[in-house]
């Protein structure tokens, strides 16, 4: 009895059977043809294709290219294998549900802060970790191939150009991995994916810390909870990221993009310091009923950053030479026929010429001699007219008119004694030339606008004539008043009167001419102000007012990062370009995609549903 009621309770164990041989091998056969079967790929496969290309990529890839070829079709293999390759047998759904979801409100937060918990659930705790590194890793090698290719067909394309010009001496070959693209590629690859992971640490490390679970450490910790949990620490911790610019060698490439990028993250704090009404302020308005903020003056604008940029640039150009832009400048010399003057066809063999930069020095060296008069060697033949470090331009001066008394007007314009003749000879013979210039480079960047051309040709037309007409005065007033500038002080200011300083307020008036094109020339004020910048920089440290300190071009384009970041997660509508703003999300890891344009539509349709 007791036999039978111990049975009767156990009715669902079955009885223990020892499998046969045979049974018990039929198991490792099965797992050995699963593991031939096309789901089960080597690992090394696997995270080949994962960090070469996605899914939906591929679907892409696959819809427009392989499918329309019979011989691709048949060897490749299909979307659905491709995704059980890198991703498993449930991946179809999960990728195209997580690629397809947007997010509202705060999206780029939601993409980047959410996405990884979503994609958790569906695939598996760090299924969405994984997925974002591997985006990360994937879009690194694409800029490291792209940028390297491009840098080095652009160092090809410059030796072939200047080798055709004059031959360049031979340099030593330098091995492979000291190579400049290959540094550079690997320098904005590796920012690139530092930025990413770091962003995606910080940003998951706010959120557990401001989960209820974390509260005794917020409260042992209060400093360093409230530095982690605010809404601006992933954007400054991944901006170390930007110390990865150091992998470039200390040249003036990482030098200009420091400067670039720095003065676009100090234009985008100007502007949500502006949005805020902290710079201009707020107004009662009318009736006294709340407060408005105030506009900015119709004045006010880049162009006033021309006077001290010009100023700068034409000092420097005079007395430091190797610290001026060589291009800048002599894009300038290239215009100014008018007061640099070429060699006569009849001039003697055993002549020496000077040069445009002989000019400039010259005039240097008039500066510190306190502008000597001019004597002309016309009414005193046998006598030395020209201190003893000047005798350069006397090829120049034995040609002035003597009649002419400065020494700046018989090196400059010798053949006419009249200085304001001179200028507006300038202007009749510089005006067309620049313009076709400018008429030329504007018209290869309205390239892209072809629509634009097709379908409103008579405004697009207008606006570039309107544009290359302002620039053209600009340019033409700018250089010719620097030019003038220097005679007319010679003539009407006392000779120790600010001898080299002059040159500085002959540029600042020469910049007042870009009141002219406030409208259009913003581009071309901004990089006026970035060479002078860097010039100023390069005069300070060979005159030790400053010392450079090694790397600092690498701080400060990590802190121009942070600048950007902080400025687009407070509102990303500070960065006016929507261009710029798509590219600060890829670079975050949330899409190609404006944001602050999805929450401006977000909060009109609130409003719009409020008004109803």
Request: proline content about 7%; charged content about 20%.
């Amino acid at each position: 009895m007791a036999s039978g009621a111990s049975s009767s309770k156990l009715p669902s164990v079955p009885p223990l059977e020892i499998p046969s041989p045979d049974a018990m091998s039929r198991p490792r056969a099965a797992s050995a043809a699963k593991s031939r079967s096309p789901s089960a790929v080597d690992p090394v496969l696997r995270n080949a294709l994962r960090y070469t290309i996605s899914a939906r990529e591929y679907d892409t890839l696959h819809r427009y290219i392989i499918s329309r070829s019979r011989v691709l079709r048949k060897r490749a293999p299909t979307v659905a294998t491709v995704e059980k390759y890198m991703n498993g047998d449930n991946s179809r759904r999960s990728s195209l549900s997580r690629d397809t979801a947007k997010g509202k409100g705060k999206g780029k937060e939601k993409a980047a802060h959410t996405s990884p918990g979503q994609r958790a659930g569906e695939g598996g705790r760090d299924a969405g970790v994984d997925d974002y590194n591997a985006r990360a890793i994937r879009h690194a090698l694409r800029v490291f191939m792209a940028t390297g290719i491009g840098a080095k067909a652009y160092e090809v394309i410059i030796a072939r150009i200047k080798g055709s010009k004059e031959s360049s001496p031979v340099q030593k070959k330098q091995p492979f991995y000291k190579s400049s693209p290959l540094r550079l590629s690997l320098s904005l690859s590796t920012i690139l994916l530092l930025y990413r992971l770091l962003f995606h640490f910080f940003t998951r490390l706010r959120i557990q810390l401001l989960d209820p679970t974390a509260a005794p450490f917020r409260e042992r910790n209060p400093r360093t909870s409230t530095t982690l949990t605010s809404p601006y620490a992933p954007a400054v911790g991944a901006s170390l990221a930007g110390l990865a610019l150091g992998i470039y060698p200390s040249k003036q490439l990482r030098v200009t993009i420091m400067i670039s990028v720095m003065f676009r993250a100090l234009e985008f704090g100007w502007n949500l310091l502006e949005d805020e009404g902290s710079i201009w302020g707020f107004r009662t308005r009318a009736g006294g009923k709340g407060v408005v903020k105030r506009e900015r003056p119709w004045w006010f604008g880049s162009w006033l950053l021309q006077p001290l940029a010009m100023g700068q640039l034409l000092h420097a150009t005079v007395f430091d030479r190797e610290s001026s832009p060589a291009g800048f400048v002599d894009f300038i010399l290239k215009h100014t026929t008018t007061y640099l003057h070429r060699a006569p066809e009849n001039l003697p063999p055993g002549v020496k010429w000077p040069s445009p930069w002989d000019i400039v020095e010259n005039l240097a060296e008039m500066a510190r001699l306190n502008w000597p008069p001019f004597v002309s060697p016309t009414l005193f033949p046998n006598e030395p007219t020209l201190p003893a470090t000047l005798t350069a331009l006397a090829p120049l001066t034995s040609q002035a008119y003597p009649i002419i008394t400065s020494l700046s007007c018989a090196s400059l314009h010798p053949g006419d004694p009249s200085c304001l003749r001179n200028y507006v000879a300038f202007w009749v013979r510089s005006f067309p030339r620049l313009g076709r210039f400018f008429l030329l480079f504007y018209s290869v960047l309205m390239l892209p606008r072809y629509k634009m051309l097709y379908n409103a040709p008579l405004h697009l037309i207008n606006r570039l004539l309107a544009k290359v007409l302002r620039l053209t005065t600009f340019a033409t007033g700018a250089i010719s008043t620097a030019w003038a500038s220097i005679c007319f002080f010679q003539t009407w200011l006392p000779r120790t009167f600010l001898p080299t300083q002059r040159f500085f307020l002959g540029g600042f008036l020469a910049g007042l001419w870009a009141f002219v094109g406030r409208r259009e020339g913003r581009g071309v004020f901004l990089y006026t102000a970035r060479t002078s910048v860097d010039s100023l920089w390069k005069v300070g440290v060979k005159r030790r007012w400053w010392r450079a300190m090694r790397g600092g071009d690498v701080w400060l384009f990590a802190l121009a990062l942070a600048i950007t970041g902080a400025v687009y997660e407070r509102d990303a509508r500070a960065i006016r370009e929507a261009n710029i703003r798509k590219g600060f999300s890829w670079l975050r890891g949330t899409g190609f995609r404006d944001w602050g344009l999805e929450e401006e539509d977000e909060l009109e349709q609130e409003g719009g549903v409020k008004e109803e």
